[in-house]
C-alpha cells in the first residue's frame, strides 16, 4: 500500500477516480515505456482491467465539487491483476517519487513516504 506526503496545494476533485487512474498509468510508463506504449496501442483485450485502486484514505471536507484534503498525507491501495504491470508500477513509483492528481481546475503533488 502507497503512502503519500502532500506537496502542495490541498484540493482535488471529488471524482477523483479518472485523475487517479491516469497517474498510475503515468508512473506505469515511468517504470516501462514500451510496456505502457503496448498498454496503450494493444493492451491485453477488451474489458480486462490491468489494475484497481481503493479510495484515497485521508480526511476531507467538501468544497463544491472539490475535497479538501484536511491531512498532508494520504495512503490507497492499488491491486495488479498481472504481475508485469505491479513490477513496473513499482519501478516507476520509485523513479519517479511523486503522484500527481490533477484536473482542470486543481492539482495535488504528493511525495511518496512508504510503499508495504
Do not use: C, W
Not at 490541498?10 to 491516469?22: A, E, H, K
Amino acid at each position: 500500500m502507497p503512502r503519500f506526503r502532500q506537496l502542495f496545494q490541498s484540493i482535488i476533485p471529488i471524482n477523483y477516480q479518472y485523475p487517479l487512474s491516469s497517474a498510475i498509468y503515468k508512473i506505469l510508463a515511468k517504470g516501462d515505456t514500451e510496456y505502457a506504449a503496448f498498454l496503450h496501442e494493444k493492451g491485453y483485450g477488451k474489458g480486462l482491467k490491468l489494475f484497481s485502486f481503493s479510495q484515497l484514505n485521508v480526511p476531507f471536507k467538501i468544497q463544491g465539487d472539490r475535497l479538501r484534503l484536511l491531512s498532508n498525507e494520504v495512503e490507497f491501495q492499488v491491486s495488479f491483476h498481472i504481475p508485469e504491470a505491479m513490477e513496473n508500477f513499482v519501478k516507476g513509483l520509485f523513479q519517479s517519487e511523486t503522484i500527481d492528481i490533477a484536473d482542470k481546475k486543481s492539482k495535488v503533488s504528493f511525495k511518496v513516504k512508504s510503499v508495504e
